[in-house]
């Protein structure tokens, strides 16, 4: 496939209730099929408010296993419309005990199959999960993710029907290393799902996010929540703008907050994707003979990116 429509939707503020906040994430993806979408990609924590804010493991109720009841829900739909979902989701590892701020990719070609994340050295995991986690005041009432989550240990791609896409939640996008790694893995978009502000303006946000698809020749969506959640009495602000981004780093489409709810479309298109990595060449002109950095992998990985979720860990 050279071509792929990518959706990111742009969700209410969530509730306290939970299967107030599925509905909705429910009637996104068959608004997004209706339009023609192959990809959605859904807000960081799409079915809970942003809890951070909270004292050290508020909310635990909230967290669901992978796979389990909700991934089974989604994954169903998703298979029933034919899209593929990018589903973030408080996460409970039944073997570790351990929280996570993660996210599934669940491919509906394939029934309500997880397509597994393959990291550096070919090992899959089900899913990806948020590498780093912030701690801050401002906007108020601040956050502890170090509270509330465990943070990830690899960085991987999942293969979409061959369109290899790696995941950053949100803080992850901060942080050029992780930009490199997943183009130096083979990723052709940079998935990012958001909830919050993070103090930014929003000139800011799409400027940050144009410049690491630029430089990294590679697509980029992002996907946030707009509204304001109320949990534990406090406010938490999320203000839009999801977009979708080229790889020469030109927005292809965006959701400004004004706008409220709805969906960002774009086409990912693996030709241009070719053509723009053959014109802007900075990945290939890296000085590594003095800043050694992430190389490229073994094309086997992207082979081994369609391993079977009971293969992963």
């Given amino acids: 496939m050279r071509a792929t429509r990518v959706a990111a939707a742009q969700l209410p503020a969530c509730g306290d209730d939970q299967a107030a906040n599925l509905a909705v994430v429910e009637s996104a993806l068959s ?21 951070a804010g909270e004292p050290a493991g508020a909310h635990r109720d909230w967290a669901e296993p992978v796979p389990g009841p909700l991934t089974e829900r989604v994954g169903g739909l998703a298979a029933a419309l034919g899209v593929a979902v990018v589903l973030p989701l408080f996460e409970r590892d ?37 590498l780093h986690l912030p701690v801050g005041d401002d906007p108020a009432p601040g956050f502890d993710e170090p509270a509330h989550f465990t943070p990830g240990d690899w960085l991987g791609l ?89 790889p020469d780093g030109e927005l292809l489409a965006h959701r400004p907050g004004a706008d409220g709810p709805g969906l960002v479309l774009a086409d990912i298109d693996l030709d241009v994707l070719a053509a723009t990595r053959a014109q802007l060449r900075y ?16 094309p086997l990985l992207a082979s081994q990116c369609s391993v079977k979720h009971e293969e992963a860990s």
């Fill in 283 to 298: 990945f290939e002109h890296r000085r590594t003979d003095l800043f050694p950095g992430p190389l490229p992998t073994p």
């Fill in 158 to 246: 999942h293969d979409v029907a061959g369109l290899l896409l790696g995941t950053l939640i949100c803080y992850d996008r901060r942080f050029p290393e992780c930009w490199r790694e997943l183009r130096a893995l083979g990723a052709d978009l940079a998935v990012v799902p958001i909830a919050g502000s993070g103090g930014d303006s929003t000139e800011f946000f799409l400027g940050e996010l144009r410049t690491h698809a630029r430089e990294n020749g590679v697509f980029a969506v992002a996907a946030n929540k707009i509204g304001t959640e109320w949990v534990g009495g406090h406010p938490v602000d999320n203000f839009g703008e999801s977009c979708v981004v080229g």
């Fill in 94 to 130: 039944l073997a570790s005990g351990t929280f996570h701020n993660s996210a599934v990719v669940l491919n509906g070609d394939q029934g309500d199959r997880i397509v597994p994340c393959v990291d550096r050295a070919g090992r899959p995991h089900r899913l990806a999960r948020k």
């Fill in 31 to 51: 608004e997004a099929a209706s339009a023609g979408a192959d990809l959605v990609v859904l807000p960081e924590l799409a079915t809970t408010p942003y809890f």
